[in-house]
């Protein structure tokens, strides 16, 4: 009886990283979507998950996947996929971009640093944002993985000058320029938390500390949270309370326009991407503009709310800009097969924020190291079960929208 009582049952080894019992039983992005937002104070997690206004256009983001279906074809001989490609010049293993993020330390105190470093050992660039919660150079100092830069305008132009100087001098290897956010968009949920940037305390927010004591102890042992690219500096490093709308719409310059794309070259050699164009005369000015590639984005629908979901855009823009610049996808990407559909439209590849920002909320670092091994598991899954084998034979023939012919 012990015997086949044996033979049919087997106990689990004892896991003693609270973090990797977490990582056991998240099976997908939405999983570790579901755990952060049990960690975290539910101000930090609105900043995190929240759109604009009525979210509409966030919600539209991953309704355009849904929308899209595979016409897989079989007997391909699919024993080897390769889902490597070149973005700016360079092989990476997986067409994925990690896109900027600011305020990332109030996931988990690490912040940048952890994504950078599960970054590298992915092989996927990693792009630092303007606002990061850690520096041009500790990023640079704890991660050899390819890097890119996001640039925000301020009206100093001597200051957006300094930083760009300062990423060259640290490796960053290409500029990423945001362009949609002339002014704020209205983030409703970060309006009904007073959510700022130290937090404010308040009754609310001691609640909140008292039932989430893991991510306030952290917290609270911590350095303090700051703009760490801009302190010291005239226009402010978030070290007294300060609310994002009021920094944006203080600090960055909206008489942006294309003229700047020229001053950025003269002070950058590398390559450049604009990022939010949302129509398709804008990427045919980036195109003229000389850029060497553009991010379609609606800042994941965290300013214009009612913006045209990204993957929806793709063909028209593929089509009238497609060999001239290359073209990211941002916006809704929680699965591979999400990367797999924005490629076979004619994405060199796609950019996500909130996917691993949900892993680092989830289980820190190794919460990002587990979101992109289950996306470049899923890209070779998918591309297997379409019957492709290299990204560069992911074509418009491989998916349709649902309810074509």
Known sequence: MIRTLRSVVRFRRLEWSLAARRLARAADVGDLRIIAKRRLPAGVFDYIDGGAEDELTSRRNRAAYQRLEFRPRVLRDVSSVDPSTTLLGKRVPLPLVLAPTGFTRIADPDG?????????????????????????????GVAKGPRWFQVYVWKDRGL????????????????????????????DRDVRRGFSLPPKIGLDT??????????????????PISFANVVGRSVGDGSDPVTLADYINAQFDPALSWADIDWMRSVWDGPIVVKGIQCVEDALLAAEAGVDAIALSNHGGRQLDGAPPTLELLP????????????????????????????????RGCMAGRAYLYGL??????????????????????????GVTSVADLTPEFVRRRGSV
């Not at 000058?161 to 002339?182: H, K, P, Q, S, W």
């Not at 060999?323 to 924005?342: F, N, P, Q, T, W």
């Not at 909320?361 to 297997?384: K, N």
């Open 160 to 187: 957006v000058r300094e930083l760009i100087e300062r990423a060259r001098a640290a490796g960053f290897e290409a500029l990423m320029l945001t362009v949609d956010n002339a002014v704020l968009g209205r983030r």
């Open 112 to 140: 940048e640093l952890a994504v950078a470093r599960a970054a590298a050992r992915a092989g996927i660039p990693y792009t630092l944002s303007t606002l990061a919660t850690r520096s041009i150079e500790e990023v640079a």
């Open 206 to 223: 001691i609640l909140e500390g008292i039932v989430h004591p893991g991510w306030t102890w952290a917290f609270l042992r911590a350095e």
């Open 361 to 386: 909320g989830a289980a820190g670092e190794a919460g990002v190291d587990h979101v992109l091994r289950i996306l470049d598991a899923d890209v070779r899954r998918t591309m297997a079960l379409c």
């Open 316 to 347: 028209s823009v593929v089509e009238s800009v497609g060999g001239r610049i290359e073209i990211l996808c941002d916006g809704g990407v929680r699965r591979g097969s999400d990367i797999v559909k924005a490629v076979a439209l004619g994405a």
